[in-house]
């Protein structure tokens, strides 16, 4: 018997640690039979086990024990509140916007969408793949072209994308400029400079118009509308700009495409912007989805995902990642863009704001901005102040004597505007700009008593049709005819068709989603709740610093944590994505190389067991890879490591490792590694994507790493969101804080001024931050630990009993695996056919979304079950694959055949069972309720298994007409 509750110490009720145990899945018991499978008697005695003992920390994290959620997030919101919630008005690429209330919390607040993973395993995620393409659909109509990808981590970062297309697919081979309009946004300028340099574009920035007599470039981009509002017909500069066999970029804003003629229709070939404004919080800088559109031409060179249409064993329409082996990051160092990670969650919430309004209720809406804005601009030139602009959509500039005086004026009256220089302000509407708001300006800009009517210059612009579109520009073509446009526009047909789109797909909300290198663990609620206050969600990322006080606070908490945690001397958040956040960190190894005089520096070795961003990366930051090889136990060969960076010792730039290597095993050798390349003046790259197994237990610094980004979104609790958004800050040593990323708008204390940026904002995605910060601040030293301590655990636990069936492919020290293992199918696919694929389409019948397929190595399932699920669900998965195990058994012996069998049928779907014709070996229950347990709670995949080679083929990346499914 336990004690009583009643003769218990305050002390030993106040459960301040009571987060520890919801976080990390298996119960104390649960644990103490792992251990026991395992032949340990305690978590202590497994990770002296698996972590080489040479890296071990002795001693616990130095920061404060577990809290309360109540208390952890009382002390958030008071942080919170001091951020100041003016309307901001300050434009260059960031409005705000409302939110449908349908979308916020059925898709924002919602798990089945947010914890959802990348759609690689696409018959489990319809869902979100149907959002996707409406998203790709709502692009392509907006921009005018023939393709759109499936979304990019911000404008800025599509803007350089946008440069390397052009530089790729231009016909003027020898050229080597880019032509950028002093018109852009600033933070597009200063990512492109910063992609540019390593790979020695030359950047012009100026008046393209002019420019282009001047220069023979390979591309030119101007922003549309101009960042101080004017709205220009490009079609002449377009005509000289491909004469001269350039391509011609265009930064849009997506909520003024509504109304003006499409950049496709003018004659561009690549059209980008950011779809924040079609209903995504400013978030003082993301996430956001940023578009990417381009002639179907350049299709093989589009950054980013692309969602296609192909058809599955029953003919039926069905989508998928369109060229997944194109998938940029996969081509490693022959890759054009390193993105893995994008914007997933953030596309779908735009693609509904466009489905929930429909085109008419756009129009309404776009039209209210620029009506309000063409009274503004009327108002003010009845008064003789001029915007400098002629033209505008939403954003006017104006010259005024004291132009300070208005900008404080207007701040005091709760409004921010843009300063553009000493005398000029900008000035930008948005869907909740209302005629209190412009007749505030009125007054703060024109003083009180002004007399100005609004109905009055209202009436008068209706009278006088008078707009600041030039008639040139004036959109005439239709907008999004697609029925699923024009179908869900009551909030009862909206919330059934995001439920219906939820239904389709698994999500963490289901069960364990064990993706290696992934770490799918808890995305607890009481972290995503402050994403969605507003004292997070509605700041400007570019609003006065006394603003965002809260923001500033969190910033650095946030920093000391990470700093706390890994050991670097400081963090710069800044990436969007773990290979943001490589491309970032590789770039401070530049720098700092430069610096020291040292040019040569350009080789990047690179194990061959390494994820496919790495190579990619370092080839944006202009480094030549050397791969390394691998011994057969998986590890990186010391004898080839030695012997290259001997060769190289002169060129030497760094190395990139991942630690925990992505076969799962905490090298021995890591520290020597890391001596070895330190010793030829090379710098350590460590790729944090699985710091998941050495929070609290051992630090990148101290292993060796001069610079890690850390995925956020895996170790650090932030939701995929079905493929994007992340996080990936970088730690640093000292020597490199100088060189990472700054920023041209908001100047960041650190880092040399001049440094560029590498995202559109100074924190990158901020408003995702408190996610990780709540979580390290529930769970404490002490909870930390027992998530590595479980992670390790269960991983272990996993290998030892799937080990039973398959083969684990590496090992460690005492036969551990760090906190994943692989399994080899290799060997079965020899005796019986039945290919990895086959396994995890199978998985899907038991409701479980498939493992990391055939990476790092081919033919194989990479499983990384975290901390986060208790033994009972592990034990479903080990069932699930003892059955299936049973079943290749079968094939293997021919005692079914080796294609009509319910592994190659799989996944299996209401139609299969409906369909009167079973021709089958097995029997309908074998298909599709394989365990008893699905009984009373099954996930049905909507479609069954997918003709990858069909939709790629036959390549269709946009809504599928209507008549085609009337036909089918
Ligand atoms: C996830 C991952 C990356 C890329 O990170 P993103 O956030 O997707 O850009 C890089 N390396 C490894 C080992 C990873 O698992």
Known sequence: MTQPQTSLPLSALEQNDAFISRHVGPSQDEQQAMLEALGLDSLDALINQTVPGSILLDSPLPMADSRSEQDVLAELHNMARQNTLNRSMIGMGYTDTIVPNVILRNVLENPGWYTAYTPYQPEVSQGRLEAILNFQ?????????????????????????????????SKAKKAN???????????????????AEPLGYEVVVGDVTALIDQYEPFGVVVQYPGTYGHVT????LIEKVHAKKALFCAAADIMSLVLLKSPGELGADVVFGSAQRFGVPMGYGGPHAAFFATRDAYKRSVPGRIIGVSIDTRGNKALRMAMQTREQHIRREKATSNICT???????????????????GLKTIAGRIHRLTSILAHGLQQKSINPVNDSWFDTLTIELDDAEAAYNKALSAGINLRRIGDTRLGITADECTDRLVIETLWDCILGEGHGLSLDAIDSELSRSNASGIPASLVRESAILQHPVFNSYHSETEMLRYLKQLENKDISLAHSMIALGSCTMKLNATAEMIPVTWPEFGQLHPFVPLDQAQGYQLLLESLKQQLIAITGFDDICIQPNSGAQGEYAGLLAIRNFHLANGEAERNICLIPASAHGTNPASAALADMKVVVVKCDTNGNVDIDDLRSKAEQYSEQLSCLMITYPSTHGVFEEGIREICDITHQHGGQVYMDGANLNAQVAVSK???IGADVSHMNLHKTFCIPHGGGGPGMGPIGVKAHLAAFVANHPVVSIAGPNAENGAVSAAPWGSASILPISWVYIALMGAKGLRAATENAILNANYLAHELSKDYPVLYTGRNDRVAHECIID?????????????????????????????SFPVPGTLMIEPTESESKAELDRFIEAMQVIREEIRQVETGLIDADNNPLRHAPHTIADLIDPEWSRPYSREQGAFPVTRLLTSKVWPTVNRIDNVYGDRNLFCACVPMDAYIEA
């Open 137 to 169: 659909q709502m692009v392509l109509d907006l921009t005018g072209l023939d393709l759109a990808n499936a979304s990019l981590l911000d404008e800025a970062t599509a803007a350089a994308e946008a440069m390397t297309l052009c530089k790729r697919m």
């Open 177 to 195: 400029v880019f032509l950028v309009d002093a018109n852009l946004h600033p933070q597009n300028i200063s990512v492109i400079q910063t992609r």
């Open 233 to 236: 017909d490009y079609s002449t």
């Open 342 to 360: 994008a914007q997933v969650l953030l596309a779908n919430m735009a693609s509904f704001y466009a489905v929930y309004h429909g085109p008419e």
């Open 700 to 702: 990148p610094a101290d």
């Open 825 to 853: 199918l290799r060997p079965l696919k020899e005796v019986s056919g039945i290919s990895e694929e086959d396994v995890a389409k199978r998985l899907m019948d038991f409701g479980f979304h498939a493992p990391t397929m």
